[in-house]
């Protein structure tokens, strides 16, 4: 399912050989430490209730195509949890994210389908390209711009802060020494387009199968 990531997002962590997987998942395990997880329980719930009120207000409307909401909150979770930033939703750099992660959604559907006749590489097309480009475009600003910012020097050797995004524990790994700029971006990267696809599709999912089965709904809510 991953091997897209391989091929055009080099070697982040979910899919690095184990040489290279071992120091990179010490320097970024915080952010899957149980406190820190948490900690973004806030963050999760307001994403969630955005979410529940935007399909509150499609009930009794007859079938809805929800998906693009779906990923539409998911894409602000993972920018959120991720890269530590908000984009306003309508803006034009968030229209622009967006088309960007449906075109990568679609090309992991095709990729998946035709890897297994051998023919992966017929889904790497110019609009999954520029969708790249679009991405690592994003991820590049980001890091430019926490580059630029003066360090605290208390906040960097705090350890036991809570909240932190995977950018914050990317950077300070490349302060220490343990990353370069690139595998900063490689990892942010990599764990962006994973988090996005990941509970995008678990929530959609979900959804899906709690609307096939109104009995499993009852006992639910």
Same mark, same amino acid.
């Given at each position: 399912?991953?091997?897209?990531?391989?091929?055009?997002?080099?070697?982040?962590?979910?899919?690095?050989?184990? %040489?290279?997987?071992?120091?990179?998942?010490?320097?970024?395990?915080?952010?899957?430490?149980?406190?820190?997880?948490?900690?973004?329980?806030?963050?999760?719930?307001?994403?969630?209730?955005?979410?529940?009120?935007?399909?509150?207000?499609?009930?009794?409307?007859?079938?809805?195509?929800?998906?693009?909401?779906?990923?539409?909150?998911?894409?602000?979770? %993972?920018?959120?949890?991720?890269?530590?930033?908000?984009?306003?939703?309508?803006?034009?750099?968030?229209?622009?994210?967006?088309?960007?992660?449906?075109?990568?959604?679609?090309?992991?559907?095709?990729?998946?389908?035709?890897?297994?006749?051998?023919?992966?590489?017929?889904?790497r097309t110019p609009r999954y390209k520029r969708a790249i480009k679009c991405a690592r475009d994003l991820v590049r600003s980001v890091i430019k711009e926490n580059l630029a910012k003066p360090v605290d020097t208390e906040d960097q050797n705090n350890f036991e802060k809570n909240n932190k995004t995977l950018i914050e524990l990317?950077?300070?790994?490349?302060?220490?020494?343990?990353?370069?700029?690139?595998?900063?971006?490689?990892?942010?990267?990599?764990?962006?387009?994973?988090?996005?696809?990941?509970?995008?599709?678990?929530?959609?999912?979900?959804?899906?199968?709690?609307?096939?089965?109104?009995?499993?709904?009852?006992?639910?809510?």
């Amino acid at each position: 399912l991953y091997t897209h990531l391989h091929n055009d997002i080099l070697n982040g962590l979910i899919v690095s050989p184990a %040489s290279k997987w071992k120091p990179d998942r010490k320097a970024l395990s915080a952010f899957l430490a149980h406190n820190n997880i948490t900690a973004l329980f806030p963050t999760f719930n307001e994403n969630a209730n955005n979410l529940k009120n935007k399909l509150t207000m499609l009930a009794r409307k007859g079938e809805q195509h929800i998906f693009t909401i779906i990923k539409e909150c998911g894409l602000q979770l %993972s920018l959120l949890t991720i890269m530590g930033i908000k984009i306003d939703e309508g803006s034009d750099k968030h229209k622009e994210t967006m088309r960007a992660f449906n075109a990568f959604g679609d090309h992991m559907a095709m990729d998946l389908l035709l890897g297994w006749l051998g023919l992966g590489f017929l889904s790497r097309t110019p609009r999954y390209k520029r969708a790249i480009k679009c991405a690592r475009d994003l991820v590049r600003s980001v890091i430019k711009e926490n580059l630029a910012k003066p360090v605290d020097t208390e906040d960097q050797n705090n350890f036991e802060k809570n909240n932190k995004t995977l950018i914050e524990l990317a950077l300070k790994a490349l302060r220490q020494g343990v990353f370069n700029e690139k595998d900063v971006e490689v990892e942010l990267f990599t764990m962006f387009a994973a988090s996005y696809e990941t509970s995008v599709g678990a929530a959609y999912t979900c959804l899906v199968l709690l609307a096939m089965h109104p009995e499993i709904q009852e006992r639910l809510f």
